[in-house]
C-alpha cells in the first residue's frame, strides 16, 4: 500500500505510522441502494482503504473519495507548518539580541 499524497506516494512499511482510512465511494444516494424483491434494500457503494503516511498525516487528512479520485484537505493553519524533516532552531536561539529569547514576552507596550 502506498501513501495517498500523490506527491509523496511512500510505501507503507507499517500501516500504524500514519492514518488508514475505509472511505466509501461518492455516488447519488439514488445509486447506492440496491432493492430485492421481497428483500431488505443492500448498500452497493464501493469501498476502499486509502493510507497516509505518518509525514502526510499531520499535513492533510483525507476528505472525500469520488470519479477524480482521493481528495485531500489541509488541517487548518497547517501554511505555517515546516516541511516534515525541516530542521528546527531551538526557541533560546530564535533572538540572539535577546539573553534566553524569553525576556520579550514579558515587555509592557
Known amino acids: ?10 510505501i507503507a512499511e507499517d500501516l500504524l505510522k500514519g492514518t488508514l ?6 455516488t447519488a444516494p439514488d445509486d447506492r441502494i440496491l ?6 434494500p443492500v448498500c452497493t457503494a464501493q469501498t476502499k482503504y486509502f ?4 509525514a502526510c498525516s499531520r499535513l492533510f487528512t483525507i476528505k472525500t473519495w469520488n470519479s477524480s479520485g482521493v481528495i485531500l484537505e489541509p ?7 515546516p516541511a516534515p524533516g525541516a530542521a ?22
Open 88 to 109: 528546527r532552531k531551538p526557541a533560546s536561539r530564535a533572538d540572539p539580541g535577546v539573553a534566553g529569547g524569553h525576556e520579550r514576552l514579558y515587555e509592557i507596550a
Open 75 to 81: 488541517f487548518p493553519g497547517n501554511h505555517s507548518m
Open 51 to 54: 493510507w497516509l503516511c505518518q
Open 1 to 10: 500500500m502506498r501513501c495517498a499524497n500523490p506527491a509523496c506516494r511512500v
Open 35 to 40: 432493492y430485492a424483491a421481497g428483500g431488505f
Open 21 to 26: 482510512r475505509l472511505l466509501e465511494f461518492e
